[in-house]
């Protein structure tokens, strides 16, 4: 029985002293920290993301960067903790790694990743569309008619059967890129005026006049419609180059007014919000499974040092 206890107790021993689970009592971990640190800095992120992506920006401009600006403001909040936690770690008064230095490095991390999605989603999908659904809407618009200072406010333009548009007087202009534009007829007699023109970048040529234009749907039968070129830098120089059209074809455009063409306007710009939401959507589900992985990785290394 001696022998028996002898070979028990050197058993002992050896994993006491080499088993990598018995070299003493470890710590529990902690989970609440890490349950906030998977929250807080997608709460963040996702606050900052869609208040800089979703109407908000528009309509309301003020509380949009008010509340920017607040969310930055709690990233330092969390910076001011961290950094208060590591004056009491270089004094020697604390000794083991801490939660606060990961939730403010994780908080930046999501505000800068959350400005920079909403800021690009509002300008490749919602910032057209909130400025379109701003403008008014035309149906039946006959272009022999109607003259561009009657619909300086359109916003979505459907025009009168037959209407189409005349390839044959589009013109580009060269600066950088090439802009392109060709007027919009109904029937086959000159328009007194021409005021309504397509436009498009790099779909036709700066060196050939007429027949040369190859803008989205200029040759489809079923586009009847026209959506309003809402950018600002482009519009010089769609003015330029309607000024070359009239110039080479002895035409007039008295108050030119510029369009992408379409079949169905409204159903094209529901698609681009439509699309900012599903990007949305797509941008939090993948931030917070990115946040949630970041939070295992801090998790487990800490628990490696044995610490909570």
């Given amino acids: 029985a001696e022998g028996d206890a002898s070979a028990a107790a050197s058993v002992g021993g050896a994993f006491a002293g080499k088993g990598p689970f018995l070299r003493g009592p470890r710590r529990r971990i902690n989970l609440l920290p890490a349950v906030l640190c998977v929250l807080g800095p997608w709460a963040l992120f996702a606050i900052v993301n869609a208040t800089l992506s979703t109407d908000i920006r528009y309509h309301q401009s003020t509380l949009c960067w008010a509340i920017v600006a607040t969310c930055f403001l709690a990233v330092l909040f969390a910076g001011g903790f961290a950094a208060r936690a590591g004056a009491r770690r270089f004094k020697g008064q604390e000794h083991e790694p801490s939660w606060l230095y990961f939730l403010f490095m994780s908080m930046l991390l999501a505000f800068v990743v959350g400005f920079l999605l909403g800021v690009t989603n509002y300008s490749s999908h919602m910032s057209s569309y909130f400025q379109l659904t701003n403008l008014d809407n035309y149906t039946n618009v006959d272009v022999s008619r109607s003259r561009g200072r009657q619909l300086m406010d359109a916003g979505l333009v459907t025009f009168k059967n037959n209407t189409r548009l005349d390839t044959a007087k589009a013109m580009g202009f060269m600066n950088g890129n090439t802009y ?8 086959n007699g000159t328009l007194s005026s021409y005021d309504f023109w397509v436009v498009g970048k790099d779909c036709c040529s700066s060196t050939a006049a007429g027949n040369d234009f190859h803008c989205p749907l200029f040759n489809d039968p079923a586009a009847n419609g026209g959506i309003r070129n809402t950018a600002d ?7 330029l180059a309607v000024q070359q059209a009239e110039a080479a074809y002895g035409i007039k455009a008295a108050h030119p007014l510029f369009f992408t063409w379409a079949v169905n306007p409204r159903a094209t710009v529901e698609v681009w919000v439509w699309n900012g939401r599903r990007e949305l959507l797509i941008c939090l589900f993948s931030y917070f499974v990115f946040q949630t992985f970041l939070v295992a990785v801090a998790t487990l290394a800490f628990a490696k040092m044995g610490f909570s």
């Fill in 180 to 187: 392109c534009v060709a007027p919009i007829t109904i029937g």
């Fill in 233 to 239: 830098s482009d519009r010089p120089f769609f003015r």
